[in-house]
């Protein structure tokens, strides 16, 4: 091919590993495309996402090429445009196969790839076994990340190094990673497909169908959410939601402390992890709160309070988004305890989404040093994370990040607000689209869904999960000028 202008050069690696991607795509595609033509569901979509992702991939690896080392700013750009153009091809099944309007089709797949498991799906009949699954599969796609995926398993990109990492598993300290980090990806990776098979040997032993085991537990280690059944876990045992707690847990940890601590056998890594410790914290103190409001409101049985109180807090921390119950029908108290539970997140470089354990705990650990300092003014005070004592850089981007959070959740709510008119909408339904939790309260309940919002919520629902899943720097760095000048 003729070179590229030297202005445009600089995006050739971007170009290359979205075309990858597509062809990836493409192929799995015509997979579920052959599955669904063997049980006798419409193949349709799958077909005509097979030929685009393709082509297309085709086409933009030609342009691109993997040469050099992408700096940080294709990193940033890379990364915000593979999680903005990939549901665009996933929506095809929905829209050609599954019957969903164009609109529904992309919120249903942008939810997908986000693991937020936000859903507009009403009738759960319309939807055969090979489209659930494939709409499960996406979501353990986007759970840990195509990006890890891709350094894992194509190591001729040689594409990011730690940047790339760093950009979608956020929180995995330095220290942590090994020297080669696609050999700290491959090891992620391990756990994830450990923490997937697990799920379904559980989900499967506890009585669940095999096909109904085999998408949940796709997307419980992706701790994304979306279930084949309408009633979510309350369709199934207390023994299944006892596991499902357990797992929900293990998908919000850090996967590379779990790789360590079960498979390299190093089980004290975990508890000596403050950040993991303040996790089952925050996991206790609101699931026996909120287990001792349903006793005291008289809502369940002792056990059973613990069972969904557990469940359910499990959920929301971890942004997985499954329902054992209607929890939007509990006592307000009930409901304000988990509802704080959309701002905190799970533990970082694990699937979950939101703000994260870790940043809580660095804000917090600033906030005091701030408090020593007001007092004491020529105080040398540094600010501690366990033995850690953590650099300026470091509080600077907390600081960024929770004000862009901040940001964005404010923008969502206000925007759903007005054109819904209804603030407990507004709030529940931006608080899970950014922290890619799924159910939110009211008419976007967990026994709900998103179909009836207003065509523009819906979009302002999708850019928001597009932002939370990338952590909202990307995104914001997309309309710099700056970025735009760094890649002349």
């Known amino acids: 091919m003729r070179p590229w202008p030297r202005s445009w050069a600089k995006l050739r690696p971007t170009l290359y590993l979205l075309g990858l991607a597509f062809q990836v795509l493409g192929l799995l595609q015509a997979a579920f495309g052959l599955l669904a033509w063997a049980f006798g569901e419409n193949p349709r979509g799958f077909a005509l996402g097979a030929l685009a992702g393709v082509a297309l991939g085709w086409l933009l690896g030609r342009l691109g090429g993997p040469e050099g080392r992408p700096?940080?700013?294709?990193?940033?750009?890379?990364?915000?445009?593979?999680?903005?153009?990939?549901?665009?091809?996933?929506?095809?099944?929905?829209?050609?196969?599954?019957?969903l309007f164009p609109l529904d089709a992309l919120f249903e797949s942008f939810s997908g790839y986000t693991a937020t498991g936000a859903t507009v799906l009403e009738d759960f009949a319309a939807f055969g076994p090979v489209l659930f699954i494939y709409?499960?599969?996406?979501?353990?796609?986007?759970?840990?990340?195509?990006?890890?995926a891709f350094l894992a398993v194509f190591p001729q990109l040689g594409f990011a190094g730690r940047q790339a990492f760093a950009a979608e598993v956020t929180g995995v300290e330095k220290e942590t990673l090994t020297p080669r980090v696609r050999q700290t990806a491959r090891l992620v990776l391990r756990a994830y497909l450990l923490l997937t098979t697990l799920a379904f040997l559980l989900y499967w032993a506890a009585g669940m169908p095999p096909y109904e085991a085999l998408a949940h537990a796709l997307t419980t280690a992706s701790a994304a959410g979306f279930s084949p059944r309408e009633e979510s876990f309350a369709a199934y045992s207390p023994a299944v939601q006892w596991a499902a707690t357990i797992l929900m847990?293990?998908?919000?940890?850090?996967?590379?402390?779990?790789?360590?601590?079960?498979?390299?056998?190093?089980?004290?890594?975990?508890?000596?992890?403050?950040?993991?410790?303040?996790?089952?914290?925050?996991?206790?103190?609101?699931?026996?709160?909120?287990?001792?409001?349903?006793?005291?409101?008289?809502v369940y049985a002792p056990l059973e309070a613990l069972r969904h109180a557990l469940f359910q807090t499990a959920s929301l921390l971890t942004t997985t988004?499954?329902?054992?119950?209607?929890?939007?029908?509990?006592?307000?108290?009930?409901?304000?305890?988990?509802?704080?539970?959309?701002?905190?997140?799970?533990?970082?470089?694990?699937?979950a989404g939101g703000i994260k354990v870790v940043r809580w705990l660095i804000l917090f650990a600033f906030l005091r040093r701030e408090m020593v300092r007001t007092l004491h003014p020529q105080a040398v005070v540094p600010v501690r994370l366990g033995a850690r004592v953590l650099s300026d850089e470091v509080l600077r981007q907390v600081s960024l990040f929770?004000?862009?959070?901040?940001?964005?959740?404010?923008?969502?709510?206000?925007?759903?607000?007005?054109?819904?008119?209804?603030?407990?909408?507004?709030?529940?339904?931006?608080?899970?689209?950014?922290?890619?939790?799924?159910?939110?309260l009211g008419a976007v309940g967990p026994m709900a869904s998103y179909a009836d919002l207003h065509p523009l919520s819906k979009l302002v629902l999708i850019l928001q999960m597009w932002a939370g899943r990338i952590e909202l720097l990307p995104v914001v760095l997309l309309f710099s000028p700056e970025l735009w000048r760094r890649l002349r």
Do not use: C, M
């Open 71 to 99: 700096g940080r700013a294709e990193v940033f750009l890379s990364v915000a445009l593979l999680w903005l153009t990939l549901p665009l091809l996933g929506a095809l099944p929905f829209w050609l196969s599954g019957g």
């Open 135 to 148: 709409r499960a599969f996406i979501q353990w796609l986007g759970g840990v990340g195509i990006v890890v």
């Open 249 to 298: 847990l293990a998908a919000g940890a850090n996967f590379f402390l779990l790789y360590r601590g079960l498979l390299a056998r190093e089980p004290l890594a975990l508890l000596k992890d403050l950040e993991f410790r303040a996790y089952l914290g925050v996991f206790a103190a609101v699931g026996l709160g909120v287990a001792g409001l349903l006793l005291l409101h008289g």
């Open 321 to 351: 988004g499954y329902a054992s119950a209607d929890y939007a029908a509990w006592p307000v108290a009930a409901q304000v305890l988990l509802v704080l539970l959309f701002f905190v997140g799970g533990s970082a470089g694990s699937a």
């Open 402 to 440: 929770i004000f862009l959070y901040t940001l964005a959740f404010a923008f969502g709510a206000v925007a759903v607000g007005v054109l819904e008119g209804d603030f407990v909408v507004a709030f529940s339904a931006s608080a899970q689209a950014i922290g890619n939790i799924g159910p939110g």
